[in-house]
């Protein structure tokens, strides 16, 4: 019954996140109301021991609404702890504390910090972004600078990641940058507990990039000695996510929980032997007690230092509850070690179940707990129990069984929330599991360790050489795997009936031996894995609009083919549109392959994704204003856009109106005038895609061409230059696009291009404001989708 209970107040918890505002003050009351009422007929059921099952929902009751009440009053808050928008974008003069290791960006470094003595409308917990400083900040460091802030946002599409949610999660409650040359004023390494835990893991983190300078794989085994993944090569991360063992690098509960084994064995051999005053020490305390507490305590703080993660945290309180259960003498098993680490950690965090790691990270366990418990095994009782040769097998045997159920019953999840399942896990988990777990991983804690102490720096230097050197060598085959055609299949982002059947299915095929039919439950993820969204009819055309910051990335899709107008801008050295927002919403949407992308011009905030988007899908032709030979388009054929060219597909017209004719070399001043403009007509609706023109491509435009279009992608990203009368007039538009970065530096869109379509009739969409904007042109009219009104959430920034 409590664990029934429990798992309730999980589910209470997760479910207030689904709510796109937070209540009112009444419905807090009225939440409180129902669990005292629960509880006390619950209460009065069970003494009479009188329907046993009524008390047992009532109870379960109770803890949904306490765990959705406690999970409000503190979202409550934290929203209050916000930055008002009169604050916003505007330069202060701050003092403010460092809270967070410090992540190295492409132009300098990003950190938390807590403002000192905020003034009225500006948080306390901010992450700042200190552009071109060589010196890394350190915890506990105070500083007094200029900081514009502005509250969190970040780019929302489809599918795709939400980082205002990463953020809220987290606590931080505005972003900003610091401006000038701010002042050292102290440091306090121990202004607070977390801070001091900070400053220590500071301080291993330096002395062990010191012992791994150089090498090739020196973050990935920094991430395996204290969880700090930020500098981990993108394209490791796409081999461990290939190879499906992306759970292994980091701190995993199977590292937390070695360690501490290893602890608490260390702890009960010496207890046992040890005497004070001529009395066995085991004698005054039981050494299995001793021996919990103490794999307990070193767990305590190697989660301190991995950063305190769901994973850790997840691990952390199940060997609690297994401490206590031995402290007591508490038969316990592995739902009732489960279902209350899964309670603590919400009650502690109620913004956990915003991670997608924490319903992998419990699923995981939950499913090891289903295949570990006996229910699974075949027993031979004419066998001799200790033949050496079933010694030898059986531990393989179930482990083979461990990671298929593991890759089975992680399939739904996987396919719902990243629309991508490794085929290649179970060989690679095979290998990796046992090399990173009980060699590179030891032997980086072991680096660590000596890196730390005085005068043993040399000795940790030789054993993160010889970790390093393991882990490169265990790479080798792990490339392999990833570069293989099948090392990973992408799926459509299922609806949601479809993942609660193949949910339910996944369940059904794990339950233990003698259900008849069991494996028949693994039909029930066929509607998930072959499922395909829903395609235009002949003669009609869906139209995307990313949000993708300052930049472009349209979609445009008919009955059978798919374009792409241009490929949003870079994030960096290491990252891009293409890669961050293309490509994964081209994969939810059952996209495999693109008939044609098309480059308006060379700027980088619309050709910046290209190299991205050529690797991730194939790709049939590609349109350009400029020569790409410095890019690498494959096999897919190359033509420069030039007014009149056209061709049909699926009873959808695509026509390029501009530029006159292919040019040469287009000089840099000139990029914009020579944009590709693309025209998508349907059999209801026309759609304009302009790219970055100026008002004297607009005029000429207008004066030689109908361009007569529902919807308009409006000229570069709602400039004051563009957007011409002449334009806005020709185009008749019933919706116009502003593609643009939230409060980006060139202040696009401009209010007097927006006013202009406005008053021309036209609905002004912003995708810094609205995220991104699909249009369905269907016979019945056009739909119009924004995702921010769509996915609404409570910790959104509202325009």
């Avoid at 461990?402 to 490794?422: C, E, I, K, R």
Wanted: charged share 15%; aromatic share 8%; net charge positive.
């Amino acid at each position: 019954m409590l664990r029934f209970a429990l798992v309730a107040f999980v589910l209470g918890t997760a479910g207030v996140h689904g709510l796109p505002a937070v209540p009112s003050a009444w419905v807090s009351v009225l939440v409180g109301a129902t669990v005292l009422a629960a509880c006390a007929v619950g209460w009065r059921s069970l003494q009479r021991r009188r329907r046993p099952r009524r008390a047992a929902a009532l109870l379960a009751l109770a803890a949904f609404t306490a765990g959705g009440g406690l999970a409000l009053a503190r979202i409550d808050l934290r929203l209050q702890d916000s930055l008002s928008p009169a604050q916003e974008n505007v330069p202060r003069e701050l003092d403010y504390l460092v809270t967070s290791l410090a992540t190295a960006t492409a132009t300098g470094q990003r950190f938390g910090a807590k403002v000192l003595d905020p003034p009225a409308g500006v948080p306390e917990q901010v992450q700042l972004s200190w552009w071109g400083k060589d010196a890394e900040v350190v915890p506990g460091e105070r500083w007094r600078g200029t900081v514009v802030l502005k509250r969190p946002h970040g780019n929302l599409n489809p599918h795709g990641f939400d980082y205002e949610a990463y953020l809220f999660e987290r606590g931080i409650r505005a972003t900003g940058s610091v401006r000038g040359r701010p002042a050292k004023v102290a440091d306090d390494p121990y202004a607070s507990f977390d801070v001091a835990v900070q400053r220590v893991r500071h301080a291993c983190r330096a002395a062990l990039r010191q012992a791994l300078e150089g090498k090739r794989y020196g973050a990935v085994l920094t991430a395996l000695a204290m969880g700090d993944q930020a500098g981990v090569d993108r394209r490791d991360w796409d081999t461990f996510n290939r190879t499906g063992i992306t759970h292994l690098v980091s701190i995993s509960g199977l590292h937390v929980t070695m360690l501490a084994a290893l602890a608490g064995w260390a702890v009960l051999q010496a207890w046992k032997r040890c005497r004070w005053g001529g009395i066995r020490l085991s004698e005054r305390q039981p050494a299995q007690v001793v021996a919990a507490g103490a794999a307990l305590a070193v767990a305590w703080l190697y989660c301190l230092l991995a950063g305190w993660g769901v994973p850790a945290r997840r691990t952390f309180f199940m060997l609690a509850v297994v401490a206590g259960a031995a402290a007591w003498r508490v038969p316990v098993s592995g739902s009732r070690v489960l279902a209350p680490a899964a309670a603590l950690v919400c009650a502690l965090d109620p913004w956990a179940p915003l991670a997608a790691g924490f319903w992998l990270s419990f699923g995981a366990v939950a499913l090891l707990i289903l295949c570990g418990g006996g229910r699974w095994r075949q027993r031979d009782e004419s066998a001799p129990a200790a033949a050496w040769s079933a010694r030898l097998i059986a531990p393989v045997r179930e482990g083979a069984r461990a990671q298929a159920a593991l890759t089975v019953g992680l399939l739904p999840a996987l396919a719902l929330l990243f629309q991508q399942v490794s085929l290649v896990s179970p060989l690679a988990n095979a290998v990796a599991i046992p090399m990173v777990s009980l060699l590179v991983t030891p032997l980086a804690l072991t680096a660590l360790a000596l890196c730390v102490v005085p005068g043993l720096a040399q000795a940790g230097a030789a054993a993160a050489a010889v970790a390093h050197a393991v882990f490169e060598g265990l790479m080798v085959p792990l490339q392999w795997l990833a570069e293989t055609r099948l090392a990973a299949v992408s799926l459509a982002a299922p609806p949601w009936p479809l993942f609660a059947l193949a949910l339910a299915g996944v369940v059904w095929a794990l339950q233990p031996r003698g259900l008849p039919g069991r494996w028949l439950g693994l039909v029930l993820l066929v509607p998930m894995l072959a499922y395909r969204p829903e395609r235009p009819a002949p003669g009609e055309w869906r139209l995307a609009l990313l949000d993708v910051g300052q930049g472009t990335a349209i979609v445009v899709e008919t009955a059978r083919a798919t374009l792409l107008y241009d490929t949003g801008p870079p994030y960096g050295e290491q990252a891009d549109a293409g890669g961050r927002v293309v490509w994964p919403y081209l994969r939810a949407r059952g996209i495999r392959r693109l008939d044609h992308v098309v480059v308006s011009h060379a700027d980088a905030d619309h050709a910046g994704g290209l190299r991205s988007v050529i690797a991730a899908l194939p790709v049939a032709r590609v349109h350009a204003s400029y020569d790409l030979a410095p890019v690498d388009i494959g096999r897919a054929a190359f033509a420069r856009c030039a007014a009149g060219q056209r061709w049909t597909v699926d009873g959808v017209a695509f026509e390029f109106l501009h530029p006159d004719s292919p040019a040469g070399e287009v000089p840099a001043r000139r990029r914009n005038a020579h944009s590709c403009v693309l025209r998508v007509r349907g059999a209801h609706h026309a759609a304009l895609l302009t790219g970055d023109i100026g008002a004297a491509e607009e005029a000429g435009l207008a004066g030689a061409r109908d361009l007569a279009a529902d919807v308009v992608a409006v000229p570069h990203h709602g400039s004051r230059g563009s957007s011409s009368p002449a334009l806005v007039a020709a185009t008749r538009a019933s919706h116009a696009v502003a593609q643009a970065g939230y409060l980006n530096r060139y202040r696009h869109p401009h209010p007097d291009a927006q006013r202009r379509w406005q008053r021309a009739g036209a609905v002004f969409h912003r995708t810094d404001q609205h995220g991104a904007l699909v249009f369905t042109s269907q016979a019945g009219g056009l739909r119009v989708d924004r995702e921010r009104e769509s996915r609404r959430r409570y910790w959104h920034t509202a325009p």
